[in-house]
């Protein structure tokens, strides 16, 4: 089987999977600005460049995407061309990923993932349901924490560990 895509398509696909100020981030954005939560977006100085970080609850959001980052969830599908190129890149990025959390947990960063199928499994007005998660994270949650599909069960109490297990 070949896949649907040219190479090129696909390396755009994944470019744009990859990019910073995705719809999945502009609608969280959005609503915890509308909740008076002030933040800055892409911070450079911080392991990661995380893309929300709000430094008055030391906390640093990260807004993956789960092709890019090795997501175990139905928004997963490794390309069915050049498999091998793309698991390398994948388990590479989950290897880095999983490195930056510790880097900012050591410096006292709380962090929390919310993957993009978090957002995108929602119906628009289930909307307010993972704003409430997030929130309920930031003003007493966990030092580290993830939100998926399932993302009313999933915000942890305590610190969960990075897996970088093969996608
Ligand atoms: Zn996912």
Redesign the pocket.
């Known amino acids: 089987m070949t896949d649907v895509v040219d190479v090129e398509t696909r390396s755009r696909m994944m470019s744009n999977i990859r990019s910073k100020n995705t719809s999945p981030e502009l609608l969280i954005r959005k609503a915890l600005h509308a909740r008076g939560f002030r933040f800055r977006v892409h911070a450079k100085n911080l392991p990661g460049t995380p893309d929300l970080v709000l430094p008055k609850y030391k906390a640093a959001v990260f807004i993956?995407g789960?092709f890019w980052h090795g997501?175990?969830?139905?928004?997963?599908k490794v390309p069915q061309t050049r498999q091998a190129f793309w698991l390398e890149k994948i388990g590479k990025n989950q290897v880095r990923d999983a490195h930056q959390i510790a880097a900012l947990r050591a410096l006292n960063w709380r962090v929390l993932i919310i993957?993009?199928?978090?957002v995108r499994s929602m119906k628009k007005q289930e909307t307010p349901l993972l704003i409430d998660q997030i929130v309920f994270w930031l003003l007493q949650g966990s030092e580290f924490a993830q939100i998926?599909?399932t993302h009313l069960e999933s915000v942890c109490s305590q610190t969960v560990s990075v897996t970088t297990s093969k996608v």
């Open positions: 993956h789960c997501h175990h969830c139905s928004y997963f993957w993009e199928c978090a998926n599909e």
